[in-house]
């Protein structure tokens, strides 16, 4: 495996970031989770740009523009010789000294790694994943933006550990205010109604890239889309429920806190839009190989 760092490819035993990166000492930087099928890279332009704008909001200037950025990472899959896998593209604060003060590091540091994914068993996409709600919350603006997806995760990580602890897969995280804000690693919908409704961007998710995606699919296949504030309430009498992310793509949801959703089984609708955004990500993005 070859991974770039700051504009050199180095074997995977010798891809080493300093003891004294910020982004190892606090967490200090932002990321991307980005997938590529068939020799395309999907959303890539979408990646590149919510990075820097996760970069612009925490003061980190990334040292290559989002056309280097893209080009680096379309090389690192190809000197890889992959069509299909998962990218981490991720750029740390860079080497500090022992202390907070962002000021003291140097210059960001940029690394890019393309390998294969371990999605959810394949069961799961037949039978629905087993969610439960967290005690622990998602970060409120005011404390860290939950749109800034920065290398800091242990809030999520937390709920994690809380949701598997519990015997689920997924841990549904909610605001200060008690209303959904999304899963530890994916955004969440239902369909009420006929409607496909998600919680909006503000009441504490990150705004997915898959999210976005399937939002413009459901209206493009003429399902109402609303964004709107959702209470656990609204979850467990939903007709059907799913979660979305880059890794997962669309996951059927079959059971919230032990109640089950719809009848069980992934629903018509979640089944229809499953099947189109693996349409969609079978023939778009940014080629690899040209
Ligand atoms: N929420 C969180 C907390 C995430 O980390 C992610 C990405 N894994 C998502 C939602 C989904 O975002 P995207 O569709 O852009 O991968």
Redesign the pocket.
């Known amino acids: 495996m070859k991974i770039y760092i700051d504009g050199r490819f180095y074997s995977e035993r010798n891809a080493k970031i300093s003891v004294f990166d910020h982004g190892v000492l606090y967490g200090d930087g932002v990321f991307e ?1 980005i997938r590529f099928y068939n020799g395309r890279i999907f959303k890539l332009e979408e990646h590149v740009n919510r990075l820097f704008a996760s970069a612009q909001a925490i003061l980190l200037t990334i040292p290559m523009s989002k056309e280097e950025v893209a080009k680096a990472t379309i090389k690192t899959c190809r000197l890889n010789k992959l069509k299909d896998g998962y990218i981490r593209l991720v750029v740390t604060r860079g080497v500090g000294y022992l202390g907070l003060s962002p000021y003291k590091c140097k210059k960001a540091s940029v690394f890019i790694i393309a390998a294969t994914i371990e999605l959810y068993p394949e069961a799961v996409y037949r039978n629905g994943l087993k969610v439960v709600t967290t005690g622990t919350m998602r970060t409120p603006a005011n404390v860290l933006s939950p749109a800034v ?1 920065s290398l800091n995760y242990l809030n ?1 990580i937390m709920a994690k550990v809380e949701a598997i602890q519990a015997g689920a897969e997924e841990g549904l995280m909610l605001n200060g205010q008690g209303n959904v804000a ?1 899963c ?4 969440v919908f239902i369909i009420k109604g006929g409607a496909l409704i998600t919680p909006p961007i503000s009441a504490g ?2 705004d ?4 976005r995606t399937v939002m413009a699919i459901a209206a493009e296949a003429g399902l109402p889309v609303r964004e709107e504030n959702l209470t656990r309430y609204d979850i467990f009498t939903a007709d059907e429920c799913f979660l ?4 997962a793509e669309v996951v059927p949801v079959a059971q919230v806190d032990g109640r089950v959703i719809g009848d069980k089984r992934p629903g018509p609708v979640t089944l229809d839009l499953m099947r189109r955004y693996r349409e969609l990500t079978a023939c778009e993005g940014a080629p690899i190989y040209s």
Request: glycine content about 22%; proline content about 0%; cysteine-free.
């Open positions: 989770g997806k999520n999304e530890t690693g994916d955004n998710a990150l997915g890239i898959t999210r979305t992310g880059t890794a």
